[in-house]
């Protein structure tokens, strides 16, 4: 396939307008599934199951079977819908889309269509200045997720090529809730960074909530990224392309910024631009074509005749509204004061997207400062290294029980780093790791002194240079004495005692 021509970002925004429209889907995390009583993977319990192992009639698309609403999957739906500033319908019901689904026994997908249980919303955002933006929330609407298809025999996994697909129905019939934007207007070169800061708002929604892991990796939370330009000054919208199913927050911003210098390059040079579904490659970091994309008419919507109108009552619809947490704005806004941060400090947890697992890491007992310093520098270190998210690498948890080692005089920054390796590598707890890989400080002075008495006789013009009073000199001893000790030593207690030494 051919490489697509690029325009320089700047330049497409001086000649066209973007327009953006997201579809974010969540899997909710309920024990079973929408329709059915088959307990559902995207439960954090469930993960890995073996294919085909969490599955009923319903599921598989049996005759006979009949769909049963999943209550929970209801009222979380209703929280979601609430959260987005939106209207709950008095009465919504579901539909059929039509279309074929290899990975859906029943050859549809039980959505709803022009009766959502939840429209006209809105949700504000925050980018990384601290400017704050509303975004309009056009519905967010129940339905079932499809199973997942395996190609196999060829070389990139995908069906071009492939000999032959396997279906896993585990997935099919998890709960879904896919939030619909209306268009979005005015980002201009802030585009690709309102896509990222949209996403992540809806993670920490969800999350808050609790109805969602919202996890990108494992497909908890997926992506589709609408965008079209249009000239300067034309009312008319451009024809839009939907990037399907991006997995990362980093991944949403470039597939943006690409979409947007990739659709100029076209429209530049005289081109038409197709509608179309496309696919985020994250290696390359670009998007190929998938498949034209089907109108609301080509999915021959009906009234789903096996289930009844979702009518909640307004007691419910209460309820929910009062349990509602805090927004994720006002939530940054409380955090940075209850934890102490400068503006810099702050962004910098945003920006990287761990403000959930800092906090986390704190409510587990770390310090602020050693939540931010972890998450922010060595795990995105590693993160960006792996291209992987850092809250795939390491559990909150983890990082605490790491940190109270170090505070307590068990590890210095050095081992840390070590067994901050072994967690990522599956090793166990921190204490675990440590003890198997014997990464403790050596806290008894006797192997200490022995290491500096044979540092200072090989080195006897450092001793003279700290007895005339040039402290700065121990510094060779101590580097010497680190480096018998394998870094199993305290660098302060090291200095300690070789001063003492060097006066005795």
Not at 47 to 54: E, W
Not at 68 to 92: D, K, M, W, Y
């Amino acid at each position: 396939m051919a490489k697509a021509q690029l325009m320089d970002f700047d330049e497409a925004l001086e000649m066209f307008e973007p327009v953006m429209g997201f579809e974010v889907h969540v899997e909710l995390n309920t024990k079973t599934k929408m329709f059915s009583p088959a307990a559902n993977p995207a439960a954090l319990e469930n993960h890995g199951a073996a294919p085909n192992t969490l599955v009923a009639p319903v599921d598989m698309g049996l005759p006979g079977a009949m769909p049963v609403v999943n209550e929970e999957a209801i009222r979380s739906s209703i929280s979601l819908g609430l959260a987005l500033g939106c209207s709950i319908a008095p009465s919504s019901r579901f539909a059929r889309k039509n279309y074929f689904y290899p990975d859906l026994g029943k050859n549809y997908q039980i959505s709803q269509f022009d009766e959502p249980i939840a429209f006209e919303g809105s949700v504000e955002i925050e980018l990384s200045d601290g400017t704050i933006i509303q975004l309009p929330i056009e519905r967010a609407h129940m339905e079932e997720d499809a199973g997942k298809l395996t190609h196999m025999g060829g070389s990139t996994g995908r069906i071009q090529g492939a000999e032959y697909s396997l279906v896993d129905y585990n997935r099919a019939g998890v709960p879904l809730v896919e939030i619909v934007t209306k268009p979005i207007y005015g980002g201009e070169h802030r585009s690709p960074e309102i896509a990222k800061a949209y996403v992540s708002t809806i993670r920490d929604i969800v999350r808050s909530l609790g109805i969602s892991e919202a996890r990108m990796e494992l497909g908890n939370l997926r992506c589709d990224a609408n965008v079209s330009l249009r000239p300067r000054g034309a009312e008319k919208l451009g024809t839009r392309t939907e990037t399907k199913n991006v997995n990362s927050m980093r991944s949403v911003e470039r597939a943006v910024k690409y979409e947007i210098q990739r659709q100029a390059a076209i429209l530049a040079s005289g081109g038409t631009i197709t509608q179309e579904t496309r696919h985020w490659h994250e290696d390359t970091g670009t998007t190929s074509p998938g498949r034209p994309k089907s109108d609301a008419d080509d999915y021959r919507y009906f009234p789903e005749p096996d289930l009844l109108p979702v009518a909640p009552s307004i007691e419910l619809i209460d309820s929910l509204r009062a349990a509602l947490p805090e927004p994720p704005v006002a939530r940054r806004r409380r955090l940075k004061i209850a934890w102490d941060f400068t503006d810099l400090d702050f962004q910098s947890v945003v920006n990287g997207g761990v403000l959930a697992e800092v906090e986390a890491t704190i409510d587990a007992g770390a310090s602020p400062a050693a939540a931010r310093k972890w998450w922010t520098g060595e795990i995105t270190r590693i993160a960006n290294a792996e291209n992987r998210e850092p809250s795939e690498l390491v559990s909150p948890s983890h990082i605490a029980q790491l940190q109270e080692l170090i505070d307590e005089g068990t590890l210095n920054d050095k081992l840390a780093r070590q067994v901050l390796e072994g967690l990522i590598a599956g090793e166990g707890t921190p204490q675990e790791i440590v003890d198997a890989r014997g990464l403790a400080v050596v806290s008894d002075d006797g192997p200490l002194i022995a290491a500096i008495d044979e540092a200072l006789q090989s080195q006897p013009d450092v001793l003279a240079k700290i007895r005339d009073g040039k402290v700065q000199a121990a510094g060779a001893v101590i580097g010497a004495v680190m480096k018998a000790m394998r870094g199993q030593a305290d660098a302060a207690r090291v200095r300690e005692l070789v001063l003492e030494r060097a006066a005795g």
